[in-house]
Antibody
Framework: QVQLQESGPGLVKPSDTLSLTCAVS?????????WGWIRQPPGKGLEWIGY???????YYSPSLKSRVTMSVDTSKNQFSLKLSSVTAVDTAVYYC?????????????WGQGTMVTVSS | QSVLTQPPSASGTPGQRVTISCSGS????????VNWYLQFPGTAPKLLIY???QRPSGVPDRFSGSKSGASASLAISGLLSEDEADYYC???????????FGGGTKLTVL
């Protein structure tokens, strides 16, 4: 079955760049899907960060656009997120997710999430 | 402040029917299909309703969604204790050019 798994440092210093990778298994990243990142600060709601297509086309949240870079590595069947100049407000659980284009037009498969804390 | 407005909490007793609202605007809910997610503590969200009222396979028909104008609703009938979770609405916003989520509603089964 399709599985997504986030990986990356759990602790990032203020002003540094947060870097996460999402490995996709059981499904080709080259299919007709957008591959996204969504985050959730502790005790708060969900926030869409952006997504990327296998061709490297991207859409980013307007509020984060200046600090976000996403990339895709089709050879490794994975995609990545970089968020620069982080502060404490970027502390959150970061989820990667597949956006289905065929049936749902929704984020239908999610990774388990990875907690990232911004602290010195 | 979320673009989509949900009540922070809702509650009901076993067997009851509860509804959770999601209010937006012309640029999001009125113009685009709404999805609903459910999230248990410490776990990833799960797609519950897509395209306003459709259920993915495996989702019980106790869950139903609807939309009217710039508002959407999720209804849960025959409430079970296992339905206690957080529920989020989501849709595309044409003005922001991005996906927006509601603030989430914590459902308590009394």
């Amino acid at each position: 079955q399709v599985q997504l798994q986030e990986s990356g440092p759990g602790l990032v210093k203020p002003s540094d760049t947060l870097s996460l990778t999402c490995a996709v298994s059981g499904y080709s990243i080259n299919n007709n899907n957008w591959w996204g990142w969504i985050r959730q600060p502790p005790g708060k709601g969900l926030e869409w960060i952006g997504y990327i297509y296998y061709t490297a086309s991207t859409y980013y949240s307007p509020s984060l656009k200046s600090r976000v870079t996403m990339s895709v590595d089709t050879s490794k069947n994975q995609f990545s997120l970089k968020l620069s100049s982080v502060t404490a407000v970027d502390t959150a659980v970061y989820y990667c997710a597949r956006k289905d284009e065929q049936d749902y037009n929704a984020f239908d498969i999610w990774g388990q999430g990875t907690m990232v804390t911004v602290s010195s | 402040q979320s673009v989509l407005t949900q009540p922070p909490s809702a509650s009901g007793t076993p067997g009851q029917r509860v509804t959770i609202s999601c209010s937006g605007s012309y640029y999001n809910i009125e113009t685009n299909p709404v999805n609903w997610y459910l999230q248990f503590p410490g776990t990833a969200p799960k797609l519950l309703i897509y395209s306003n009222s459709q259920r993915p396979s495996g989702v019980p028909d106790r869950f139903s969604g609807s939309k009217s104008g710039a508002s959407a609703s999720l209804a849960i009938s025959g409430l079970l204790s296992e339905d206690e979770a957080d529920y989020y609405c989501a849709t595309w916003d044409d003005s922001l050019t991005g996906w927006v989520f509601g603030g989430g509603t914590k459902l308590t089964v009394l």
